[in-house]
């Protein structure tokens, strides 16, 4: 392809040496010539400004400018300095007398639009342009400035991001006349910088173009020559006379050809769309200036109308010729208004753009243009960058007219889009570049940007420079077809590349605004714009609803949309969304601020009624689903492991028979036996101290008190209940003292207890049916109880939620006589049972655990040795003692080892938070234990208030460790901002730690008092979804840290095994956490006979390696890793990793997904995120997302949650619901029930504020 060349500009026509001697010229020989008619919203006229009138005014602010205005003695300007223009769409003649003073003063005019309030759309980015273009000044009327925001001293206020300004008004008062010989320097069309005019970006940013006097000048002959004006002429303008073809034309040209403008301001066209008609018909115009839509506009008012006519216009120029939509409003507006006089060869397109200024326009056919074309092209061929004609009657066809020919002097040529400058080929489209004296000459301040844009040597194919010129790329996209004519089929601007194919956004409102019906959205109000997910491009369409449109409505015509868009582009949208009717940021002169509409969309801020996301059709990059491979056997596993030089994943706790004499641990056997040691040997040492909500101390027990009432509760059972040995009690005591002594007073006479968390008066019919379960399923024939719990289990609102005619017999434990017991039940061998523990897993599963007497103390002997506890040591306690290790700590270790338990109940935290941390600093307690949802309620609770706590003289400098209680992965997050929240009051960095024990083994790490600090690693956790550990560097992409859960307990042995082989596995890989010890649970207690499960999960043996061993299975996946660190047996230090439960996992596209590090992500896409929990639901992942702000915000979160899980997990999300905080049902160790809250979606009992089910 080749260069084509305009026509060379007119010679022996004399044109003035610049403009502003065209305008002394008409000022001094012409004065009374009108040269603009300023209109009101009216339609009258309320001004004609003369030449002579622009030119005295023009000539005294060029010397108010340059003379009058000081700052510190200095003048303010010198020439070419920056002033900013600031005028409403109503005031074309003060601000065509502000143009043309500040030329004539040499300064740069830089117009802007109005800023309204001070956070109009793209305001910032404006302000940035003035800053950078280094505008001290800005001139504006009275008017405007009156309307302007103020500040508190009257001045006008500083906008977002705009420096400091000074505001001049320019009405004729303000001004001082010039001396009789003043005269401004006469300039010459040089290459001198004449005015700057901004452009807004794709990405918003605003620039400036600057635009010199030659340049100007040569504009102004070219748009004479090609639209053949001439003096005198009469010029209707409807567009914004501050910039584009609105200036050219309106401000420019026509002050060099003697014109009268007839300026329509955009609030008339609003009232009246004819009005621009009408104009042109009482002024007789020769030439109007248009866009398609005022000729739209027009036509849906031209009804009634007989009287006008459009026989005098010689040319009607339409300005966005060159969008796609124009050619229908072109000819529905030639078929009605023929018939008024309007000439077909009248309606002259053109394409402009802002760095080339004008870069074709179609030329009147009295100055010997060919006949206009029209090209029928195919959408699909043109998404590849080629163009195919098609036929019409197809609805995949863009069909565009041309926008004319090259102007006067300049050339033209068609280069690739992306990579460097060569020419298309005839049937490609790509950028058009012109290379001419007529266009802008950079972008003010950016030398890098102009360079690729105002420089451009555009190349063949063989690599060799078309021309010697540069070339202008113009940002517009086109072709050159027959007859030399330019068309256009788009903007860069507005190109999104999805896949390979582009496609224009114009394309797309195009297409969405042919759907019928049009009655549910506002026709002009639709956005398009592309936001990256997953690398690549997704399209986006936003439009405004009208407010009478139902639910229903609008989501028929949103499904149309798709399906017409889906047909027509073959494209998927990703996310159709409709807002309120005027939230969408407006552009100065209407239309919609693209831009700021995605920031929007993309910050959460544009709050929809309604959303569509489509991301499972349009998203075709996902990785492929991985295909699990055969596996290689547990021998080839080991083997190879060994061959790697790996060694097995295995590691134990301290052995137990070196750390003490074996004596005291046979005595210490039976707890009962050691409760009644101790009240006789020490019957008035402490045991248990219980604080309520004011930190005041409402209970304590000494041993003897604790053995004197267990031995009373202990008479009761056999007297009043008639319980025999391995009866099983069900206990229902809120924290405190009773529930320990009702414990011991169960294995006083030979009982089973079962300790069960009392119901919530204020919920019932969710956490009763739980109590009756438990007694249910631990087949308990008594419940020990209080007297208030024994009524509320009675009572009628207890009915309601439950059968209470089949409680078991219910003891209330408060008034019982004083009794001894005639002998204290001795259990036969230390396998008999103990207790039984039941706990409600976070699957939803209830599962009770048999504890037999040897576990129960080999339980408190691994915990004893690894706190270092003594009878004079203090602990403090926040922890619920219904079940897992916080019962043991609760109720067993203090009998056990002695030490004295502040017992802090978690509940009395809702009412005072800092009640836990004071008890710490209060009793000095060295070692602490807590659950997580009592650090989270620390961190949120107190986060602003260390000070206050440091006032009232908490410190918690004595604290060792501080473990939090947990079973699942440790929650870094919440350790790291706790230790960070409570430095300021003396926590050490290092004392907090968390433990981790599973429903087999209640403790299996805890980090005690020796041994090295837990450490900290980084996965790739993309290699941990196929089952495998990658260890990274921190901050990695993808990377996810983990902390190992303390240290094994004295006496634990784990190995990490395969969770399908079952064979034992290398160091560091990802596998079952399998564990052996003297405390592990002897199985479950189920009244259902599921014995396979038992011996699956707590008697296991590895298919090879050391097959001897009897394991059980946590359930839990993990690996084990050798640290550099010593250990206190002077070995290196193998630390375990938690990454999760195995119940809990997702198989999502053939990968393991743990739902926290979906959440993770998912609650930081929004600040209105408060909590997230995930499950699948018939192989579609369903994210609950608790709203923590306002409603109107829910369906913004509804894109983010899909684009962060998009992103960083590849997967696609199916459902997105969004509910109040405190939806998400959280047990007491603070573990998202995430089967509860799929069960309550499931029944639809949420009661969600949206849900959105993505297609």
Not at 56 to 85: C, F, I, Q
Not at 194 to 212: C, F, H, N, P
Not at 287 to 307: C, E, F, N, P
Not at 427 to 434: A, N, P, S
């Amino acid at each position: 392809m080749v260069v084509l060349r305009g026509e060379p500009l007119a010679v022996g026509v004399p044109w003035p040496p610049s403009l502003l001697a065209a305008l002394q010229r008409w000022g001094t020989t012409q004065p009374k010539a009108p040269c603009l008619t300023a209109l009101d919203t009216a339609g009258k006229a309320v001004y004609t400004l003369t030449y002579g009138k622009l030119w005295s005014r023009s000539l005294k602010l060029a010397y108010t400018l340059l003379n009058k205005l000081t700052s510190k003695n200095e003048p303010l300007l010198k020439p070419g300095d920056r002033v900013a223009l600031v005028f409403p769409n109503s005031d074309p003649v003060m601000f065509m007398v502000a143009f043309y003073g500040c030329l004539l003063a040499d300064l740069v005019p830089v117009p802007i639009e109005v800023p309204l309030t001070r956070k109009d759309a793209g305001s910032q980015q404006v302000g940035f342009l003035l800053g950078s273009c280094g505008v001290t000044l800005a001139l504006t009327t009275d008017a405007c400035q009156k309307g302007l925001p103020k500040a508190q001293t009257g001045e006008v206020a500083t906008f977002k991001g705009w420096p400091p300004l000074s505001w001049l008004v320019i009405d004729g008062k303000h001004l001082t006349k010039p001396p009789k010989d003043w005269r401004p320097q006469t300039q010459d069309a040089g290459a001198g910088t004449a005015y700057i005019e901004y452009k807004t970006s794709k990405e918003g940013s605003t620039v400036g173009v600057t635009v010199s006097h030659a340049s100007l000048l040569a504009q102004c002959q070219a748009l004479t020559q090609a639209c053949g004006y001439s003096e005198a002429e009469t010029l209707t303008n409807v567009l914004d006379f501050k910039r584009d073809a609105g200036l050219w034309h309106g401000v420019l040209t026509s002050v060099m050809n003697r014109m009268h403008v007839i300026s329509i301001p955009y609030a008339l066209m609003k009232v009246n769309p004819l009005s621009w008609i009408q104009k042109v018909c009482s002024y007789k115009a020769r030439a109007a200036l248009v866009k398609s839509r005022d000729m739209h506009w027009s036509l849906l008012a031209q009804r009634g109308q007989r009287d006008v006519s459009l026989s005098s216009l010689r040319v009607l120029i339409v300005a966005d010729g060159a969008n796609p939509w124009s050619i229908s409003s072109c000819d529905a507006f030639l078929n009605v208004f023929q018939s008024r006089g309007l000439r077909p060869e009248v309606i002259c397109p053109c394409a402009t753009s802002p760095e080339a200024l004008t870069v074709a326009i179609r030329r009147p056919p009295d100055l010997g243009g060919p006949p206009p074309k029209k090209a029928v092209l195919s959408m699909n061929g043109l998404s590849f960058g080629v163009i195919r004609v098609d036929t019409e009657e197809k609805l995949s066809v863009l069909t565009v007219q041309d926008v004319g020919q090259v102007l006067p002097g300049a050339d033209v040529c068609v280069v690739k889009v992306e990579g460097a400058p060569y020419l298309c080929k005839t049937d490609e489209v790509g950028e058009l570049c012109v290379s001419s004296t007529t266009t802008g000459t950079a972008y003010y301040g950016l030398l890098g940007i102009t360079k690729s844009v105002f420089e451009t040597v555009p190349v063949t194919a063989g690599g060799m420079p078309v021309s010697d010129r540069p070339f202008t790329r113009t940002g517009l996209l086109g072709f050159i077809g027959p007859d030399n004519l330019v068309f256009v089929v788009g903007k860069l601007d507005g190109l999104m590349v999805v896949g390979v194919r582009r496609h224009s956004a114009d394309d797309i409102v195009a297409t969405a605004l042919a759907v019928e019906p049009m009655k549910f959205v506002y026709r002009g109000r639709i956005a398009v714009f592309s936001v990256t997910v997953l690398h690549d491009d997704r399209i986006v369409l936003v439009a405004e609803q009208r407010p009478d449109a139902s639910e229903e409505d609008s989501f028929q015509w949103m499904s149309r949309v798709l399906q017409a868009i889906d047909s027509i582009h073959q494209v998927g949208v990703y996310c159709l969304a409709l807002v309120p009717a005027n939230t969408l940021p407006k552009a100065p002169l209407g239309g919609i601020h693209i831009s700021e509409t995605k920031q929007r969309f993309l910050e959460g801020m544009l709050h929809p009624c309604n959303v569509l996301m489509c991301p499972h059709t349009c998203v075709t990059n996902l990785p492929k689903p991985r295909q699990k491979q055969p596996e290689v056997g547990p021998a080839s596993m080991i083997v190879g492991n060994l061959v790697a030089g790996k060694r097995i994943a295995q590691a134990s706790g301290r052995e137990l028979a070196h750390l003490e004499d074996s004596d005291q641990a046979r005595k210490f056997l039976f707890l009962p036996d050691v409760l009644q040691w101790r009240a006789h040997t020490t019957p008035d040492h402490p045991l248990f101290l219980l604080l309520n909500a004011k930190g005041s101390v409402t209970s304590t027990a000494t041993c003897v008190q604790l053995h004197k009432k267990a031995e009373r509760v202990a008479a009761a059972l056999m007297e009043k209940a008639r319980l025999g040995t391995g009866d099983h009690v069900a206990l229902v005591y809120p924290p405190g003292v009773d529930l320990i002594a009702a414990f011991y007073g169960c294995l006083y006479c030979g009982c089973v207890p079962v300790t069960v968390r009392p119901p919530h008066p204020q919920n019932l019919t969710t956490t009763l049916p739980t109590v009756k379960m438990i007694v249910e399923v631990s087949k308990s024939t008594c419940v020990l109880t209080t007297q208030a719990i024994m009524r509320l289990l009675k009572s009628k609102d207890a009915a309601a939620a439950v059968d209470i005619r089949t409680w078991p017999t219910i003891l209330d434990t408060d008034d019982i006589p004083k009794k001894k017991v005639a002998n204290i039940f001795r259990p036969p061998s230390p396998d008999v049972l103990a207790y039984l523990d039941f706990s409600v897993s976070t699957t939803g599963i209830l599962a009770g655990v048999k504890m037999s007497h040897a576990a129960t103390s080999a339980l408190c002997r691994s915990i004893k040795l690894q706190c270092e506890l003594y009878p004079s040591r203090q602990i403090a306690i926040c922890l619920d003692p219904y079940c897992g290790l916080g019962f043991a700590l609760w109720c067993l270790c203090s009998v056990y080892s002695g030490h004295q338990s502040v017992l802090v109940p978690p509940l009395e935290l809702e009412s005072n938070v800092s009640l836990w941390l004071s008890a710490v600093s209060q009793y000095k307690a060295r070692v602490t234990f807590c659950s997580y949802s009592v650090m989270e309620m620390c961190t949120k609770g107190l986060g602003a208030q260390t000070g206050v706590l440091r006032m009232k003289g908490v410190n918690l400098s004595c604290v060792r460790t501080c473990m939090v209680v947990a079973e699942e992965r440790p929650r870094i997050a919440l350790t790291q901002s706790f230790s960070k929240l409570f430095k300021d009051l003396g926590l050490p960095a290092r004392a907090v730690s968390t433990t981790f024990g599973c429903r087999v083994n209640v403790a299996i790490c805890l980090q005690g008092t020796a041994g090295p600090d837990p450490t900290t690693v980084y996965v790739d956790m993309r290699a941990l979804r196929h089952d495998r550990v990658r260890l990274v560097e921190r901050g990695s992409p993808h990377s996810l840290p983990l902390t190992e859960s303390g240290k094994i307990l004295p006496g634990v042995k784990v190995i990490i095994a395969h969770t399908e082989t079952k064979g034992p596995l290398g160091d560091s890989h990802l596998g079952e956490i399998w564990v052996s010890s003297p405390h592990n649970a002897t199985g479950y207690y189920t009244g259902y006979g599921e014995e396979a499960l038992h011996a699956d999960h707590f008697s296991a043996r590895l298919s090879f390696g050391d097959t001897q061993t009897i394991w059980a299975r946590t359930g839990y996946l993990g690996f084990l890793r050798r640290t550099e660190l010593t250990d206190a047996s002077g070995e290196r230090h193998d630390a375990l990793y938690v990454v999760g439960s195995l119940d809990e996992t997702l198989e999502l596209r053939g990968m393991r997904y743990h739902p926290i590090d979906i959440e993770t992500s998912v609650v930081r896409a929004h600040r209105s995120i408060a909590e997230c929990a995930v499950f699948t639901w018939t192989n579609l992942l369903v994210v609950v997302v608790e709203l923590d702000g306002l409603e109107r915000d829910a369906l913004d979160l509804v894109a983010l949650v899909t684009n962060v899980v998009l992103e960083e997990h590849h997967l696609v999300v199916g459902v997105v619901v969004i509910v109040d905080p405190g939806v998400i049902p959280i047990n007491s160790r603070g573990e998202k029930q995430r089967m509860h809250l799929r069960d309550g979606f499931l029944a639809d009992q949420l009661d969600p504020i949206y849900v959105a089910y993505n297609m």
